[in-house]
């Protein structure tokens, strides 16, 4: 009977593994989403940047963006601006100057986290912006990259429920910015 004992309870262990195998190759599949595919899109003498196939070029965002990208039914956005009327100010202060214009348009608008960083380079502020905008929860991730010629803002929108499904993504986006 102590042999029988020890075949069972290796036959049970042998069980438990599989099943938990089986079960962390089912999450893996079925539960952590894919990498996005990425496109380069070039804005000629000014910049590139990689932008997720999963957002289409519009015009109906703002005018004054060098670049826009959105997916109406992921409530999603991207946009990119270019400065050139603030060369002679520090990055920093464009930076907290550009941040503080979005929260003004937004309820309950605060700049949670900032930090420096080199992207490709260049020096450039990267920051995150929580607020309200028609009653929806919405979230920012925001650079500034500093060029030879002034600034370019990165803004990346999503709502506040969908934030960490798009970090990855933000963060590629930002870090793909190459000035031409």
Request: proline fraction near 3%; charged fraction near 20%; charge should be neutral.
């Amino acid at each position: 009977s102590h042999f029988y004992y020890f075949g069972f309870m290796k036959k049970f262990i042998l069980v438990i593994c599989a099943f938990f195998f089986i079960s962390l190759a089912v999450v893996i599949f079925f539960f952590i989403p894919n990498p996005a595919a990425f496109t380069t899109v070039t804005v000629a003498g000014k910049i590139s940047i990689s932008i997720p196939e999963y957002l289409s070029r519009t015009d109906s965002l703002d005018p004054s963006a060098l670049l826009q990208y959105h997916d109406e039914k992921k409530n999603i956005f991207l946009a990119v601006y270019e400065e050139t009327d603030s060369v002679h100010a520090s990055l920093q202060d464009y930076f907290k100057k550009y941040s503080s214009g979005i929260i003004s348009k937004i309820k309950r608008g605060a700049l949670v986290k900032y930090y420096p960083e080199k992207i490709n380079g260049h020096d450039a502020f990267i920051g995150n912006i929580r607020g309200t905008v028609n009653e929806t929860k919405v979230y920012y991730r925001i650079a500034v990259l500093e060029s030879s010629s002034g600034f370019y803002n990165i803004i990346f929108g999503a709502g506040d429920n969908n934030q960490s499904r798009y970090e990855q993504d933000m963060d590629s986006i930002i870090h793909s910015v190459k000035q031409e």
